[in-house]
């Protein structure tokens, strides 16, 4: 614990962050059932303020052919436990922000998740080159519990940022509060200033509780 590992590249600083706690295996940890993948009814949807003002949408088959990044990184509940050294493997951020530019006006970002589970990001947050949406973990495809088929990683962000069983990118104009954002968590989660609670958010750092 608190020892530095050396940063490769395509991987985020090897620490533990300030109050968490360094747990051994990969927890599983999220709100309600794990969907069932159905291939034939998926596809991964950008929508909202896009720059050409219509929808952008991918089935698996098309999704998956895309160029691949691999980043290795820690996974950081905002609960407190790390669980360490993951690789993560799938379709950078910024490539989706490419293939689906978004309109100039664009702040942030939601993503959406089956169930209607969602995460806010601000724009910058989703273009970090270490954000992707990954499709395999340690060199194999995701497991069920874990996110597959799709999972939002922000390796910079506490977990909650980012959704398991990904469904969709929406480009918004101005900010609105995710799922676990309404629910008391912090409206931007920064692992390395210890953004957790949305008591602690400063007026600017997100709109208002409903
Ligand atoms: N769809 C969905 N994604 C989710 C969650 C959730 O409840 N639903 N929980 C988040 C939280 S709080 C964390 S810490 C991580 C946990 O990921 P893991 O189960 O792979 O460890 O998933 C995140 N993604
Ligand atoms: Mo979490």
């Known amino acids: 614990m608190g020892s530095d590992r050396p940063a490769a590249p395509g991987s985020t600083p090897r620490r533990i962050p300030p109050g968490q706690r360094h ?111 990954a499709t395999h973990h340690n060199g194999e495809l995701l497991t069920a519990e874990h996110g597959f088929p799709l999972r939002l990683v922000v390796p910079h962000l506490y977990g909650y940022k980012g959704p398991k069983w990904l469904r969709a990118i929406e480009y918004m104009t101005e900010d609105r509060r995710g799922f676990w954002e309404d629910r008391g968590y912090h409206n931007i989660g920064d692992v390395w200033t210890e953004q957790r609670y949305s008591h602690q958010e400063r007026e600017s750092d997100g709109p208002a509780r409903e």
């Open 23 to 133: 747990v051994h295996g990969w927890p599983v940890s999220h709100y309600g059932p794990v969907p069932r993948f159905r291939p034939e009814r998926w596809n991964l949807r950008v929508f909202g303020a896009t720059a050409a003002g219509d929808e952008r949408s991918w089935t698996f088959e098309e999704f998956t052919v895309l160029p691949r990044v691999t980043v290795v990184a820690d996974l950081h509940c905002a609960t407190g436990p790390t669980s360490t050294d993951h690789e993560w493997f799938g379709i950078a951020a910024t490539t989706v922000l490419e293939l689906a530019p978004p309109a100039p006006d664009v702040t942030h970002v939601m993503a959406w998740a089956e169930y209607g589970y969602t995460a806010n990001l601000r724009l910058s947050d989703f273009t970090t080159p270490e954000t992707l949406l």
